[in-house]
C-alpha cells in the first residue's frame, strides 16, 4: 500500500509538471496542441540517449533533453505559428506521430536498442547512494521539489508582462497586434517554455521507469494530458494540479483495484478512459472553468465614482 | 505501376467518404471534428455485430450498420456538441477529441483489441495488366463513386442539398432566409456519419476491424478535407485522391534520381523506409498547411 502511495505521488509530481507544461501552452497562452506527449517523448528519449551512447552524467543529460525539447517546441511554431488554431492542433498532432514513428524506426547502438524493443536499464540517478528501499522515497522528493520549482516559475511568467501578453493572445491576436506586440514571436517562446518543462517531465519520466519504448508516447497520453489541464481549469495552475491529482488517481489506481475488484484487468483498462472521457466532456459541459477556475485579475483597478 | 493506381484508387475511395462528411460538419459548425473518424469504426464494429452476433446476412447486416452510425452522428450531436454551440470552436474540438477516445475505448472494452474480419467470399483477385485487383476492392471504388454521385445529387438537385449548402457557405444568412439551421444540422450529421459509416464497412472489407482503424486514418482524411478548402466537398473528393496517390507513390518510387540531382545522395536507390508509410499524409498534411492553409483549390481571403 505504502508503495502504491509513493509510486502514485511520484507519477503525479511527474504528470504535474507536464500538465503545468500545457497549461502554459493552451491555458494561458490558448494554443491547441494536440501533440503535447511529443514533448515528453524527446526530453527522455534525448535524456536517455545522452547517458547511454554519450556518457553524459545524468543531471546534465535531463537538462540536454529539456532543452532538446524546447528547441523542438520553437521549431515546430517557426513555421506554423501564423495558423488558426484548428489547424494549428492537426499539424501538432501529426508532428507528435512523425516524432514518434522516427524513434520507433531509429535503434541506438546495437540494432535492439531503441526501435520498437525499446531502452532498457536506463541509469537512475544517485542509485548508488540511496539503498534500495530508499530509493522510490529519494526520486519522490526529486519529482516533488522539480515540480514546485516548475509550478514557482510557471506561476511567475504568468505575473511577467509577457505572461499578460500570452493571456491576451488567448482572446485573439485584435488587441495585441494594436498594442504592437509581436504576437507570433510570442507564441513561438510560449511553445518553447512549454516544450521544455515537458522535457524535464519526460527526462524525470524514463530515469524513474528506467525503461522506454515508443508504446508510452501515444496520442492517448497526450489526452490525459488534456484532461487533467480540462478538469482542473485551464489557465489557472493550482486548478491543473488539482485535475493532475484527479486523474492520475483514476488511472492509476485501476492497477491497485486489480486485486480488490474482480474485475479482469483488460475490462478495467478502457474503463477507466471511458470514464475519463465522460469526465471531460462533463467538465466542459457544465463546468466551463473547471474545478478550480482561474482568478480572474484587474492589473489597473478601475475607480468607482463616488468612492476612495 | 498498375497495381499502385488500383491500391491508390481504393484508398481515396475510402478516404474520400470520410473526408466529405468531415468537411460538411467543419463548415456548418466551425470545428474540426476529431470524432468524425469514428464513425467509420462504429459502422464497421456494427456490421460484424449484426452479421456475425446476430447472423444477418452481409448486405443486410452493412445497411443496418449504415443507418445506425448515421442515427448516431444525431445523437453525439444532442449529446455533446449540441451543448456546446455557442462556445469556441477550440473547446468543440477538444470536446471532439475526448468523444473520439471513449467512443474508441468502448470498442476496445467489448471486442478487445485483437482485429476481426469480414470473411465475404467474393472470389480470388483478378489480374489486370500483371497487377492484381480483388473484387472487394473493385466493390470499394464502385460504392465510393455510387455514394459520390448521389451526394453530388443531393446537393444539386434538392431543395434540402440547396439549403445545405447556403447554411454551409453562411448559417446566419441563411437562417435570416427562412432554413431551419437545426434541421441541416441533423441532416448533415446523418448524412456525414452515414457515409462515414459506409466507409468504415468498406476499411473492414478491404483490411481489418481493430479499435484504431479510424484513427489511423484521421490525418489522411483531415489532410483531405483542408487541401479541398474546408466546406468543399468536390474538394475534399480531390484531396482524398491526391493523398491516396501519395500515400502509395511515395512509398513506390525510386526518390534517387531526385537526390542525385540535389547532391544529397550518390546511391542508385532511394525509398522511404516502409516503417515510415504512415509518416508521409503526416508530411504532406503540415506541409500543405503551412503552404497553403486556405486549401489547394481554395482563394486567398485576406
Known amino acids: 500500500m505504502i508503495q502504491f ?36 517523448m524527446i526530453g527522455g528519449y534525448v535524456s536517455t540517449v545522452l547517458v547511454i551512447l554519450l556518457g553524459w552524467p545524468i543531471g546534465l543529460a535531463m537538462a540536454g533533453g529539456t532543452v532538446a525539447a524546447g528547441l523542438y517546441g520553437i521549431v515546430l511554431a517557426l513555421p506554423t505559428s501564423g495558423l488558426q488554431q484548428d489547424y494549428w492542433a492537426i499539424c501538432t498532432l501529426a508532428a507528435a506521430e512523425i516524432v514518434r514513428m522516427f524513434f520507433l524506426n531509429t535503434t541506438f547502438g546495437d540494432p535492439y536498442t531503441g526501435g520498437s524493443f525499446g531502452v532498457s536499464d536506463i541509469p537512475q540517478p544517485l542509485h548508488d547512494v540511496f539503498s534500495g528501499a530508499a530509493y522510490p522515497y529519494f526520486y519522490l522528493v526529486l519529482s516533488a521539489v522539480c515540480l514546485l520549482a516548475c509550478w514557482a516559475l510557471a506561476e511567475w511568467i504568468t505575473s511577467t508582462p509577457y505572461g499578460r501578453l500570452l493571456k491576451a493572445l488567448r482572446e485573439g491576436d485584435e488587441v495585441p497586434l494594436a498594442l504592437g506586440k509581436q504576437v507570433r514571436s510570442a507564441r513561438i517562446r510560449a511553445m518553447g517554455v512549454g516544450g521544455a518543462l515537458a522535457g524535464l517531465a519526460g527526462a524525470l519520466f524514463v530515469h524513474f521507469n528506467a525503461f522506454v519504448s515508443p508504446n508510452y508516447f501515444l496520442p492517448i497520453e497526450t489526452f490525459l494530458v488534456w484532461a487533467m489541464v480540462i478538469v482542473g481549469g485551464g489557465g489557472s495552475h493550482r486548478g491543473v494540479l488539482v485535475g493532475t491529482v484527479v486523474i492520475q488517481t483514476v488511472f492509476t489506481s485501476s492497477r491497485f483495484l486489480k486485486g480488490v475488484l474482480p474485475v479482469d484487468p483488460s475490462t478495467l483498462g478502457p474503463a477507466r478512459m471511458i470514464l475519463i472521457a465522460v469526465l471531460v466532456i462533463s467538465v466542459l459541459i457544465f463546468l466551463p472553468d473547471g474545478v478550480v477556475p482561474e482568478r480572474k485579475r484587474l492589473y489597473s483597478p478601475v475607480r468607482r465614482g463616488g468612492g476612495t | 505501376m498498375l497495381q499502385i493506381v488500383f491500391d491508390s484508387l481504393t484508398r481515396a475511395a475510402e478516404l474520400s467518404l470520410m473526408a466529405v462528411g468531415l468537411t460538411m460538419v467543419y463548415s456548418l459548425l466551425r470545428f474540426p471534428n476529431f470524432a468524425h473518424v469514428e464513425s467509420a469504426t462504429i459502422g464497421a464494429y456494427a456490421a460484424l455485430f449484426f452479421s456475425t452476433t446476430l447472423g444477418l446476412a452481409f448486405l443486410p447486416a452493412a445497411v443496418l450498420a449504415i443507418l445506425l452510425t448515421a442515427v448516431l452522428g444525431v445523437v453525439f450531436d444532442k449529446l455533446v456538441f449540441g451543448h456546446l454551440r455557442d462556445r469556441s470552436d477550440i473547446i468543440l474540438m477538444i470536446a471532439s477529441f475526448a468523444l473520439g477516445i471513449g467512443i474508441r475505448q468502448v470498442f476496445l472494452l467489448f471486442w478487445g483489441p485483437r482485429p476481426h474480419f469480414f470473411s465475404v467470399g467474393w472470389g480470388s483477385a483478378l489480374s489486370i495488366g500483371g497487377a492484381h485487383i480483388t473484387p472487394v476492392q473493385i466493390g470499394v471504388i464502385v460504392t465510393a463513386v455510387v455514394c459520390m454521385l448521389l451526394f453530388h445529387l443531393l446537393l444539386n438537385r434538392t431543395r434540402m442539398g440547396i439549403a445545405m449548402r447556403a447554411s454551409a457557405d453562411n448559417s446566419v444568412l441563411a437562417e435570416a432566409s427562412g432554413i431551419r439551421t437545426e434541421r441541416i444540422v441533423t441532416a448533415v450529421w446523418l448524412l456525414g456519419s452515414g457515409m462515414a459509416g459506409v466507409a468504415g464497412v468498406l476499411l473492414a472489407l478491404d483490411t481489418q476491424i481493430q479499435p484504431n482503424m479510424g484513427v489511423a486514418v484521421i490525418i489522411p482524411v483531415f489532410g483531405a478535407a483542408i487541401m479541398g478548402r474546408i466546406g468543399n466537398p468536390y474538394g475534399a473528393m480531390a484531396g482524398a485522391l491526391i493523398f491516396g496517390f501519395a500515400e502509395n507513390f511515395g512509398l513506390g518510387i525510386n526518390w534517387a534520381p531526385l537526390l542525385q540531382t540535389v547532391g544529397l545522395t550518390s546511391a542508385d536507390f532511394a525509398f522511404i523506409p516502409a516503417g515510415y508509410k504512415e509518416a508521409v499524409p503526416f508530411a504532406v498534411l503540415i506541409v500543405v498547411l503551412i503552404w497553403r492553409p486556405q486549401g489547394l483549390f481554395g482563394r486567398v481571403t485576406r
Open chain 1, 5 to 40: 502511495l509513493i509510486y502514485l505521488l511520484t507519477i503525479i509530481s511527474i504528470w504535474g509538471i507536464l500538465a503545468l507544461s500545457l497549461n502554459i501552452q493552451y491555458g494561458i497562452t490558448g494554443l491547441v496542441n494536440l501533440g503535447h506527449i511529443a514533448f515528453f
